[in-house]
């Protein structure tokens, strides 16, 4: 299932939703679009929300939208 996990540049939320296709992401906290995509499938659980805060400058990591730099369940081929 296509679970994707988000972080919202508004509020500063981490969220997962559920997304078909065409779908627009949205924060369940303050419904802003303005939000990033991040990898939920590499290498850290999702506990449901409050544990893990990534920093706003990710994205920049070779492991786009994670906040390892490295990992190897994302992006390796
Ligand atoms: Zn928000």
Do not use: W
Not at 26 to 34: F, G, L, M, Q, Y
Not at 37 to 46: D, N, P
Request: hydrophobic letters at 25%.
């Amino acid at each position: 299932m296509p679970i994707y996990e988000f972080h919202c540049n508004k509020c500063d939320a981490n969220f997962e939703q559920l997304l078909m296709g065409g779908d627009k992401p949205e924060c369940p906290k303050c419904a802003s679009n303005d939000v990033n995509r991040l990898l939920s499938a590499c290498g850290f659980v999702s506990k449901g929300g409050g544990g893990e805060t990534v920093s706003s400058s990710a994205g920049v990591s070779s492991c786009a939208g994670c906040s390892a730099t490295s990992c190897s369940s994302c992006g390796s081929s």
